[in-house]
C-alpha cells in the first residue's frame, strides 16, 4: 500500500444492513427535506390491506388507480411519494401474518379538502384491493412530515419481509421539483460536512470550509486477502466498470481508498 492509503469495507447497500440501511434512510431523508423547502407536500395518505397474500401487482395497480381519481377530480398537478412498510404481524387479528402498506405525501392538493380527499381514496382503495381503512391528514409542517415519513416509518420491524422483490421508495415522476440524482449528491454533500463536524468537534461552518478547501482524486484499488492475513494487490479498479455501476464488490474482496497528501478527510460510519 503507499502512504496516505485507508482501506475500507465494501459497503452492501442492503436495506437490512445495520449500517447501510440507515444511512440510506438519513439520505433519502435530506433529499426529500430539500424537495420540500422549495415545493411541499401538501397531504399523507395511508393505505393499508387486509389480504396477507396480496399480489404485488394488485397492490401497485390499487396505488395507480388512486392516484389516477385524484388527477381526475384535482388536476394532473397532483404528484406522490410512497415509502412501502410491512405490519409486525404481532397483533391478535394478524393471524402471525404481515401486511403490506404503503405511507405518502402528496403534492398538487392545495386547497382541497381532507374528508372529500380521503372519501375518494377509500372508494378507490377499497374497489381494488378490498381494504377500507385509509388515512389522509393535510399536512402543516411539511419538512416535518418528511423527515417523520422518511426516518420514523423505517423503523427495522416493519422493513419487507426476507426474500421480499421491490421498490420500498416509489415517488412518481413529477414528484421531485429537479433530477432526484442532482438532490442525492446535495443530501451527501451535506451530511458529510455534517459528519465532519461531528467527528473534528467543529461548527458546519468551520466544517464547509474544510471540504470547500479540498483537492485531489480518489482512486480504487483491487486487494485479495491471502491465507494468512496479507493483503495482494490486484490493481486499480477499471474506470469502465466504476462508470458502470459495477459492484466494487464483485470485483475484489478489498479495496484501499489511495489519495495524495491534499486529498479530502474520510468520514468512516462503521462496518456493514
Known amino acids: 500500500m503507499r502512504k496516505g492509503s485507508t482501506l475500507l469495507d465494501v459497503r452492501c447497500k442492503r436495506r437490512m444492513c445495520p449500517v447501510c440501511g440507515p444511512k440510506r434512510a438519513r439520505e433519502t431523508a435530506r433529499v426529500l427535506l430539500l424537495d420540500a423547502l422549495v415545493d411541499p407536500p401538501t397531504h399523507g395518505i395511508t393505505l393499508t390491506t387486509l389480504d396477507p397474500f396480496m399480489k404485488p401487482e394488485t397492490f401497485r395497480e390499487g396505488v395507480h388507480s388512486v392516484v389516477r381519481r385524484l388527477r381526475r377530480v384535482y388536476g394532473r398537478q397532483v404528484e406522490y411519494y410512497g415509502a412501502v412498510e410491512f405490519t409486525r404481524g404481532t397483533a391478535k387479528t394478524s393471524g402471525g401474518y404481515r401486511r403490506i402498506h404503503q405511507h405518502m405525501v402528496n403534492k398538487g392538493l392545495q386547497?382541497?379538502?381532507?374528508?372529500?380527499?380521503e372519501r375518494l381514496t377509500r372508494e378507490t382503495w377499497q374497489g381494488v384491493t378490498g381494504a377500507k381503512v385509509v388515512e389522509v391528514a393535510e399536512l402543516l409542517t411539511p419538512g416535518g412530515a418528511i423527515g417523520y415519513l422518511a426516518m420514523h416509518h423505517r423503523k427495522p420491524e416493519q422493513a419487507p419481509p426476507e426474500?421480499?422483490?421491490?421498490?420500498?421508495?416509489?415517488?412518481?415522476?413529477?414528484?421531485?421539483?429537479?433530477?432526484?440524482?442532482?438532490?442525492r449528491a446535495e443530501a451527501r454533500a451535506q451530511l458529510r460536512v455534517e459528519a465532519i463536524a461531528w467527528r473534528e468537534g467543529i461548527s458546519v461552518e468551520l466544517a464547509e470550509l474544510e471540504v470547500a478547501a479540498e483537492s485531489g482524486e480518489w482512486e480504487l484499488e483491487r486487494f485479495e486477502k491471502s491465507a494468512g492475513g496479507l493483503l495482494i494487490p490486484w490493481g486499480s479498479v477499471p474506470g469502465r466498470a466504476r462508470e458502470e455501476g459495477q459492484s466494487i464488490g464483485g470485483l475484489a474482496a478489498g479495496i484501499a481508498l489511495s489519495a495524495s497528501?491534499?486529498?479530502?478527510?474520510?468520514v468512516l460510519g462503521g462496518e456493514c
Open 111 to 117: 386547497g382541497a379538502d381532507v374528508l372529500e380527499v
Open 163 to 183: 426474500g421480499w422483490r421491490g421498490m420500498v421508495e416509489r415517488p412518481s415522476k413529477g414528484y421531485f421539483h429537479r433530477p432526484v440524482a442532482e438532490l
Open 261 to 266: 497528501a491534499d486529498s479530502r478527510p474520510l
